[in-house]
């Protein structure tokens, strides 16, 4: 296991607009991203959200596969699902993975669009092989927040499919991004 997670930020993200909101959790994201977490090797994944009702949501569903009928029905999900954790805030989340790995992770972001910190993903691939401590935050609705990309310590190039159309799902990105630093 890698010192690798993820967190599928809800709040703060922004809409079509650019305007900052928070965004609702999605059975299909938790489900799809910790299976292809599991699969890389990632050693948490985390469903960032302030909103009471979406946690609920959240622990229904993780509970369901996790104590409940699907637990026996589905051993595959289960065991996707271990490594699902939820927080309130992206603080919240770098606060208990610091705990947890001794030091404070690398912060890296995803983006459609390149930065001035943004890091190769083979240099990134190095940092994890070494053993350093990586967070990859991963945005809902129309992508992060300014805040969290300002403070962000890297951000990943976007990923291009060789036409003008790119608004992947994050499913989708999560996936070619973990295969792309992760994969063999």
Known sequence: MKAVSLALV???VVNKNGEIIG????NLDL???ARAA???GVDRYYIVTPFAEQQELVREIVDHWQTGYG???NPARKNALSIVRLTGSLDETVTE???HYGQKPLIVTTSARVYD???AYSDLSKKIDSGSPVLLLFGTAHGLAPEIMAAADAVLPPILGGTEYNHLSVRSAASIILDRL???
């Open 31 to 33: 489900h799809d991203i």
């Open 117 to 119: 910190n943004t890091v």
């Open 71 to 73: 637990a026996g029905y």
């Open 182 to 184: 992760l994969g063999s």
């Open 97 to 99: 993975l610091t705990e």
């Open 38 to 40: 599991k699969t890389f």
């Open 10 to 12: 809800h709040h703060p």
């Open 23 to 26: 965004s609702a959790v999605t």
